[in-house]
């Protein structure tokens, strides 16, 4: 696995030290919206604003908003106004600063070229009506994460800010990797969404569980039907201390709906624990699943209780 | 032929990007490369340090990035390079192609270094020696000759033992291969197509809860061979008035171990007895020689998808989508059993003897989404939604005459399989009203649930919300938010679910008749979230939130004499938290959080014997309490500038659970010991990093941290490999303490 990880970085590089100088490079037009902003002045040049915000414009000068043929003029209005009434009477003029707008008219002003794909439908959504703005969680000029412009290198970070909770779920024991960074919570929800509940990258929640976990799509001889019907029933995909992000620790996750006769209903205490006088191989290790392993469905025709 | 593919792509990718051009203004080549040494000690071979994550001692690439805007633009990202943990980005810009493909490794390891009498003969077959099956069940037989009863736990232990001693070793893991390429046929044009295609593979083993009854567990690895495939193609026309768009995705799993089979280490022969299935104890020393369960089948599934939105006057928009999905799954079934000696009424283990040959199970999905949109006033916005989610199970219905019990008995209780279905309707409505510094929102939203086979055939939530949003003055915001909601159901009848599997004549009901199943039962809901934001600063920023979340199903109604509720009754948490984060310019900032959170769960059960108990001794109660702290501390601080950074971070985390179980004296379990270990963990890393930039393209940092993992769970810490009933590979998962130390160089340019 490692020498063709390796042989690939190779050929990479190989491939960058032998490729030739194009002869004439051209301007790659990039068209973001399909409304074409306003026109820049023709002798406006963005190096013209980088002589006072030079720092507003590292990280901006190798962005994709680069491109814009209107440049810092397209958000910010008319810059060759601002640099007059800034020269001549210190004062900003007619600039327009984001941070003194209202979310919505910043979320106006994004939205005239990015209402589309997965922007599309912000409105009415949650976070819209949070009254939050594009600005919350992105920056256009110090944005610190590889994709999408956020003002921190993990989208997590941007998230946990308001959803604190979810943050301390995430350190429990079992957990989905995203604290290791193998997982973001874009992984799993569109923060722009207005259409599905919670925010869901999926139709419903067991479609988007199912992405990952295909192999308890089924469908199966013998179904189970909480499963089928919602893995949040036992599961809490943010964290849990449970084994397998378990809602509560079995047998009593189990006892919660099977209370039959013999062993389903009996009462497994301390003394059935490891360290008790009498363990029970109901209630250590994996408990319930000890037996009824297959427990999200049984193709086997001797699977009704799920053990085969 | 795909690694060429690959290769080649990556190949022109690089040459085409880096090609040096005549500088323009927009154009740009960035590129970032860490690199260094790591070393690691921890004092256990707990999985659990490196559960998702790969740790070297010796040379790591934590870092790799090349960006640029060339002849084309690109960007390429390697985190954690040539480890199994390794993510790799990769985008293209390149008019009218747009190329974004990636790939991730994620480990997952779920125990080290456990031990097992089993060993993979192939793919799929865990075999455990003959001669060892065979000693065993001579000393067995030997014994239940002498005294069944003699065949105890004591005796069985002192058997294994020495077997257990010499054992296999295994540690159980996972990895995930994910792939992941999409091509933008036509960016930024109104037609934006978009070609996909995402494959993982996932490759390891992990424990398994293999069992030959009650009285023989033996876990055991099961194999993981998986491959799931998707290709998608997906369309959206962007016009001023709205767009349209739609998707087609096909996706496949494959399992390349069909089942698992593992050896009985108790017995060399096949047998059977009504009572194998507790074997082997005094009432039986019989059963199979192997057992084997199914794994996951191959499955597919087929999705296409349409929408609209249409911008209308107003402010106002209207979003419809539906889409179509068909999940299908026909691996042939495994026979009833492997044990050769079921042979009455027939063959069991002839695949000949089975009602059907496979499932042909197939499971129609359809969903519409509907919502509108508005603000037709600057203060006044208005939002609804509506959805539905309907799975139809359209697996056919087959009848089994009966089934093997854990491959030891043959048990004539006819079973019908049950395609469970549900349509999930959904509906909002939210009227928000901006009161100058303050925005008001009031909602309202119901869910319905139409199931077949189950308890219930609807159950409906209705849920009022109020919410607040308020900015008084510039540096405050204050979020805060209430909901209500209410559920109940139709009629509920304990039998129906059970009604629908069981053959003619049905069994008795055995399920307690005055438990609810909690996905079903009548219940209230209440939802506290509150944020207040502050800027009192411009340096400080500074938060506190409370979260309150119960859920109480004491409306129920109820049927037991009692007048007691059974099974869940009531859940709650409640989250609290402070943060802050200071950065009184670019020398310095520091910023934390706490976090306190209480979880409650309260259940009741009742303890039954052949028939359902009546009696209210007989029963218990379940009560969870969960307090957790948390907190994190962290800080950056410029040295010398330009020349010295220093960083540091701690986080912690206790949890304290505990599950006070209590049972009224005179009945049976007549008493019910607390287990104040239920869960108990503790978590807490130190780390920090000194940065010396030795030149403006050159970094050298070293840093590390100290981690540990405390738990003290009472389900599986100290577990070992052979208790009353059952093997366990008792795989190393629980406590340990590390150290990481790295030194490292970063190159800019």
Same mark, same amino acid.
């Given at each position: 696995m490692?020498?063709r990880?390796?042989?690939?970085?190779?050929?990479?590089?190989?491939?960058?030290?032998?490729?030739?100088?194009?002869?004439?490079?051209?301007?790659?037009?990039?068209?973001?919206?399909?409304?074409?902003?306003?026109?820049?002045?023709?002798?406006?040049?963005?190096?013209?604003?980088?002589?006072?915000?030079?720092?507003?414009?590292?990280?901006?000068?190798?962005s994709?908003?680069?491109?814009?043929?209107?440049?810092c003029?397209n958000?910010?209005?008319?810059?060759t106004?601002?640099?007059?009434?800034e020269?001549?009477?210190?004062?900003?003029?007619?600039?327009?600063?984001?941070?003194?707008?209202?979310?919505?008219?910043?979320?106006?002003?994004?939205?005239?070229?990015?209402?589309?794909?997965?922007?599309?439908?912000?409105?009415?959504?949650?976070?819209?009506?949070?009254?939050?703005?594009?600005?919350?969680c992105?920056?256009?000029?110090?944005?610190?994460?590889?994709?999408?412009?956020?003002?921190?290198?993990?989208?997590?970070?941007?998230?946990?800010?308001?959803?604190?909770?979810?943050?301390?779920?995430g350190?429990?024991?079992?957990?989905?990797?995203?604290?290791?960074?193998?997982?973001?919570?874009?992984?799993?929800?569109?923060?722009?969404?207005?259409?599905?509940?919670?925010?869901?990258?999926?139709?419903?929640?067991?479609?988007?569980?199912?992405?990952?976990?295909?192999e308890?799509?089924?469908?199966?001889l013998?179904?189970?039907a909480?499963?089928?019907?919602?893995?949040?029933?036992?599961?809490?995909?943010?964290?849990?201390?449970h084994?397998?992000?378990?809602?509560?620790?079995q047998?009593?996750?189990?006892?919660?709906?099977?209370?039959?006769?013999?062993?389903?209903?009996?009462?497994?205490?301390?003394?059935?624990t490891?360290?008790?006088?009498?363990?029970?191989?109901?209630?250590?290790?994996?408990?319930?699943?000890n037996?009824?392993?297959?427990?999200?469905?049984?193709?086997?025709?001797?699977?009704?209780?799920?053990?085969? | 032929?795909?690694?060429?593919?690959?290769?080649?792509?990556?190949?022109?990718?690089?040459?085409?990007?880096?090609?040096?051009?005549?500088?323009?203004?927009?154009?740009?080549?960035?590129?970032?490369?860490?690199?260094?040494?790591?070393?690691?000690?921890?004092?256990?071979d707990?999985s659990?340090?490196?559960?998702?994550?790969?740790?070297?001692?010796?040379?790591?690439?934590?870092?790799l990035?090349?960006?640029?805007?060339?002849?084309?633009?690109?960007?390429?990202?390697?985190?954690?390079?040539?480890?199994?943990?390794?993510?790799?980005?990769?985008?293209?810009?390149?008019?009218?192609?747009?190329?974004?493909?990636?790939?991730n490794?994620?480990?997952?390891?779920?125990?080290?270094?456990?031990?097992?009498?089993?060993?993979?003969? %192939?793919?799929?077959?865990?075999?455990?020696?003959?001669?060892?099956?065979?000693?065993?069940q001579?000393?067995?037989?030997?014994?239940?000759?002498?005294?069944?009863?003699g065949?105890?736990f004591?005796?069985l232990?002192?058997?294994?033992?020495?077997?257990?001693?010499?054992?296999?070793?295994?540690?159980?893991?996972?990895?995930?291969?994910?792939?992941?390429?999409?091509?933008g046929?036509?960016?930024?044009?109104? @037609?934006?197509?978009?070609?996909?295609?995402?494959?993982?593979r996932?490759?390891?083993?992990?424990?398994?809860?293999?069992?030959?009854?009650?009285?023989?567990?033996?876990?055991?690895?099961?194999?993981?061979?998986?491959?799931t495939?998707?290709?998608?193609?997906s369309?959206?026309?962007?016009?001023?008035?709205?767009?349209v768009?739609?998707?087609?995705?096909?996706?496949?799993?494959?399992?390349?171990?069909?089942?698992?089979v593992?050896?009985n280490?108790?017995?060399?022969?096949?047998?059977?007895?009504?009572?194998?299935?507790?074997?082997?104890?005094?009432?039986?020393?019989?059963?199979?020689?192997?057992?084997?369960?199914?794994?996951?089948?191959?499955?597919?599934?087929?999705?296409?998808?349409?929408?609209?939105?249409?911008?209308?006057?107003a402010?106002?928009?209207?979003?419809?989508d539906?889409?179509?999905?068909?999940?299908?799954?026909?691996?042939?079934?495994?026979?009833?059993?492997?044990? %050769?000696?079921?042979?009455?009424?027939?063959?069991?283990?002839?695949?000949?003897?089975?009602?059907?040959?496979?499932?042909?199970?197939?499971?129609? @999905?359809?969903?519409?989404?509907?919502l509108f %949109?508005?603000?037709?006033?600057?203060?006044?916005?208005?939002?609804?939604?509506?959805?539905?989610?309907?799975?139809?199970?359209?697996?056919?219905?087959?009848?089994?005459?009966?089934?093997?019990?854990f491959?030891?008995?043959?048990e004539?209780?006819?079973r019908?399989?049950?395609?469970?279905?549900?349509?999930?309707?959904?509906?909002?409505?939210?009227?928000?009203?901006?009161?100058?510094?303050?925005?008001l929102?009031?909602g309202?939203?119901?869910?319905?649930?139409?199931?077949?086979?189950?308890?219930?055939?609807?159950?409906?939530?209705?849920?009022?919300?109020?919410a @607040?949003?308020?900015?008084?003055?510039?540096?405050?915001?204050?979020?805060?938010?209430?909901?209500?909601?209410?559920?109940?159901?139709?009629?509920?009848?304990?039998?129906?679910?059970?009604?629908?599997s069981?053959?003619?004549?049905?069994?008795?009901?055995?399920?307690?008749?005055?438990?609810?199943?909690f996905?079903q039962?009548?219940?209230?809901?209440?939802?506290?979230?509150?944020?207040?934001?502050?800027?009192?600063?411009?340096?400080?920023?500074?938060?506190?939130?409370?979260?309150?979340?119960?859920?109480?199903?004491?409306?129920?109604?109820?049927v037991?004499?009692?007048?007691?509720?059974?099974?869940l @009754?009531?859940?709650?948490?409640?989250?609290?938290?402070?943060?802050?984060?200071?950065?009184?310019?670019?020398r310095?900032?520091?910023?934390?959080?706490?976090?306190?959170?209480?979880?409650?769960?309260?259940?009741r059960?009742?303890?039954?014997?052949?028939?359902?108990?009546?009696?209210?001794l007989?029963?218990?109660?379940?009560?969870?309490?969960?307090?957790?702290?948390?907190?994190?501390l962290?800080?950056?601080?410029?040295?010398?500038?330009?020349?010295?950074?220093?960083?540091?971070?701690?986080?912690?985390?206790?949890?304290?659970?505990?599950?006070?179980?209590?049972?009224?004296?005179?009945?049976?379990?007549?008493?019910?010991?607390?287990?104040?270990?239920?869960?108990?963990?503790?978590?807490?890393?130190?780390?920090a990093e000194?940065?010396?930039?030795?030149?403006?393209?050159?970094?050298?940092?070293?840093?590390?941290?100290?981690?540990?993992?405390?738990?003290?769970?009472?389900?599986?810490?100290?577990l070992?490999?052979?208790?009353?009933?059952?093997?366990?590979?008792?795989?190393?998962?629980?406590?340990?303490?590390?150290?990481?130390?790295?030194?490292k160089?970063?190159?800019?340019?």
């Open positions: 490692r020498l990880q390796l042989m690939i970085l190779g050929i990479f590089f190989a491939g960058t030290a032998l490729g030739s100088p194009p002869a004439t490079p051209t301007p790659v037009a990039v068209s973001i919206s399909t409304q074409a902003p306003a026109a820049a002045p023709a002798n406006f040049d963005v190096s013209d604003c980088k002589t006072c915000h030079e720092k507003a414009l590292t990280s901006f000068e190798h994709r908003h680069m491109k814009l043929p209107g440049l003029e958000c910010h209005g008319d810059v106004d601002h640099l007059k009434a020269t001549e009477k210190g004062e900003i003029g007619s600039i327009v600063s984001f941070k003194k707008m209202s979310p919505a008219d910043v979320n106006k002003k994004c939205l005239t070229c990015h209402d589309k794909a997965r922007q599309a439908d912000w409105a009415g959504g949650v976070h819209d009506r949070k009254g939050l703005a594009c600005t919350t992105h920056s256009m000029h110090e944005f610190k994460s590889v994709a999408s412009q956020l003002k921190t290198s993990r989208d997590s970070e941007t998230c946990f800010s308001c959803h604190p909770a979810i943050r301390a779920k350190m429990r024991a079992s957990h989905h990797p995203v604290r290791e960074g193998k997982m973001d919570c874009a992984s799993c929800h569109n923060p722009h969404d207005a259409t599905r509940p919670k925010m869901i990258k999926a139709e419903y929640v067991n479609e988007l569980c199912l992405g990952c976990h295909t308890k799509r089924g469908p199966f013998w179904e189970h909480p499963v089928r019907e919602n893995c949040l029933n036992c599961h809490d995909p943010h964290g849990s201390n084994d397998k992000l378990l809602l509560a620790k047998p009593f996750l189990c006892q919660r709906c099977h209370l039959n006769t013999r062993h389903p209903g009996t009462l497994y205490d301390f003394r059935n490891i360290a008790g006088t009498n363990p029970s191989n109901r209630a250590v290790e994996h408990a319930c699943k037996c009824h392993q297959n427990v999200h469905g049984s193709n086997a025709p001797s699977g009704p209780y799920l053990g085969r | 032929m795909k690694r060429l593919l690959l290769a080649g792509c990556v190949f022109a990718a690089g040459g085409a990007l880096l090609g040096q051009a005549e500088p323009d203004k927009s154009y740009f080549a960035l590129g970032q490369i860490d690199f260094g040494v790591e070393g690691t000690h921890a004092d256990s707990s659990k340090f490196r559960e998702y994550r790969e740790l070297p001692n010796g040379p790591f690439l934590p870092f990035r090349l960006s640029g805007d060339q002849k084309l633009r690109y960007d390429v990202v390697i985190e954690n390079g040539f480890r199994d943990d390794a993510r790799y980005r990769v985008f293209v810009d390149y008019e009218p192609i747009r190329v974004r493909a990636e790939y490794s994620i480990p997952h390891r779920f125990g080290n270094d456990g031990r097992t009498l089993l060993q993979e003969a %192939s793919r799929g077959v865990l075999v455990i020696s003959d001669t060892v099956q065979q000693a065993n001579a000393a067995i037989q030997t014994q239940f000759a002498r005294s069944p009863a065949v105890n004591a005796f232990s002192g058997l294994v033992a020495p077997q257990l001693a010499a054992a296999n070793r295994i540690d159980l893991e996972l990895l995930r291969q994910r792939g992941f390429v999409e091509l046929l036509t960016p930024g044009h109104p @037609v934006d197509v978009k070609f996909s295609y995402f494959q993982e996932r490759s390891g083993n992990r424990p398994a809860g293999t069992s030959f009854g009650f009285g023989n567990v033996v876990e055991s690895p099961e194999p993981i061979a998986y491959r495939q998707d290709l998608g193609l369309a959206e026309y962007a016009r001023p008035w709205g767009l768009r739609g998707a087609v995705h096909y996706n496949t799993f494959r399992n390349g171990v069909d089942s698992l593992f050896d280490p108790f017995r060399a022969t096949d047998s059977t007895d009504p009572n194998a299935y507790t074997a082997p104890g005094a009432g039986s020393i019989n059963g199979s020689s192997r057992g084997r369960v199914d794994l996951s089948p191959d499955n597919k599934a087929a999705t296409g998808s349409v929408g609209v939105l249409f911008r209308l006057p402010n106002s928009r209207f979003t419809a539906a889409s179509l999905s068909r999940w299908s799954q026909d691996r042939p079934f495994l026979p009833y059993t492997i044990n %050769s000696a079921i042979t009455v009424p027939f063959r069991a283990d002839d695949p000949a003897n089975l009602p059907a040959q496979s499932l042909d199970g197939r499971i129609d @999905v359809k969903t519409v989404s509907l %949109s508005s603000r037709p006033l600057p203060a006044l916005g208005f939002s609804a939604r509506y959805r539905v989610y309907d799975l139809d199970n359209k697996t056919r219905r087959i009848d089994f005459p009966g089934y093997a019990r491959d030891a008995v043959w004539p209780i006819a019908t399989n049950v395609p469970y279905s549900y349509k999930r309707t959904q509906g909002d409505a939210t009227v928000t009203y901006d009161l100058g510094p303050a925005t929102e009031g309202y939203r119901y869910l319905q649930w139409d199931r077949t086979f189950r308890e219930t055939e609807r159950t409906r939530e209705n849920t009022v919300i109020g @607040v949003n308020l900015r008084a003055v510039q540096w405050m915001t204050l979020r805060a938010s209430y909901e209500r909601g209410s559920r109940n159901h139709d009629t509920y009848d304990y039998v129906r679910g059970e009604d629908a069981f053959g003619e004549p049905a069994p008795a009901p055995t399920n307690l008749p005055a438990l609810r199943r996905d039962a009548s219940r209230t809901v209440d939802r506290v979230v509150a944020l207040l934001q502050l800027t009192p600063i411009a340096d400080l920023t500074a938060s506190l939130s409370y979260g309150h979340n119960k859920e109480n199903y004491d409306r129920e109604a109820i037991d004499p009692s007048g007691l509720r059974y099974g @009754v009531s859940a709650s948490a409640d989250t609290f938290t402070a943060e802050a984060d200071y950065s009184p310019g670019e310095w900032s520091v910023y934390g959080f706490y976090t306190r959170e209480i979880n409650r769960n309260f259940q059960g009742r303890q039954s014997g052949a028939v359902p108990s009546t009696n209210p007989d029963d218990w109660t379940s009560n969870v309490h969960d307090g957790v702290h948390s907190f994190s962290g800080g950056t601080a410029v040295i010398v500038p330009e020349k010295f950074d220093f960083r540091a971070m701690c986080r912690y985390q206790n949890f304290n659970g505990n599950n006070d179980l209590a049972s009224p004296p005179g009945g049976t379990p007549d008493v019910a010991f607390p287990i104040s270990n239920f869960d108990d963990t503790r978590t807490w890393t130190v780390s000194l940065a010396w930039h030795l030149a403006k393209s050159w970094t050298v940092a070293a840093g590390g941290w100290l981690e540990e993992y405390r738990t003290n769970d009472s389900a599986t810490t100290g070992s490999n052979y208790v009353p009933g059952s093997f366990f590979l008792a795989a190393n998962d629980g406590s340990y303490k590390a150290r990481v130390g790295y030194v160089a970063s190159y800019h340019f």
